[in-house]
């Protein structure tokens, strides 16, 4: 079912080994071409190897890896700093996020995403 999801920005955390290695070729297959897969875990080069794999198997996929610890506030603010600086998109259908990260404490402490960071990707 290639492109299932439509074009799509998906960003899947804790993608370096576990459910969320498994599930990031899966997802993969199923981002139209034009989307981008953000895969974030603590490991960088799981991230590499995996990113190298995910953009050989699919053209037309941007694979864009942010090695980052989400228990940490300061991996978060590196995390949310990468999402603002991709481009948006052209044709965008969905966001979609698969929070798979083993652990992010302080969320409640997260500042909300704002009006103005939705609207620029058009939601």
Known sequence: MEGGLGRAVCLLTGASRGFGRTLAPL?????????????????????????????????????????ADLGAEAGLQQLLGALRELPRPKGLQRLLLINNAGK??????TPHVSAHFLHRWGI
């Open 27 to 67: 997802l993969a297959s199923l981002l139209s071409p034009g989307s981008v897969l953000v895969l974030s875990a603590r490991n960088d080069e799981a991230l590499r190897q995996l990113e190298a794999e995910l953009g050989a198997e699919r053209s037309g996929l941007r694979v864009v890896r942010v090695p």
């Open 104 to 109: 992010t404490p302080g969320l409640e402490r």
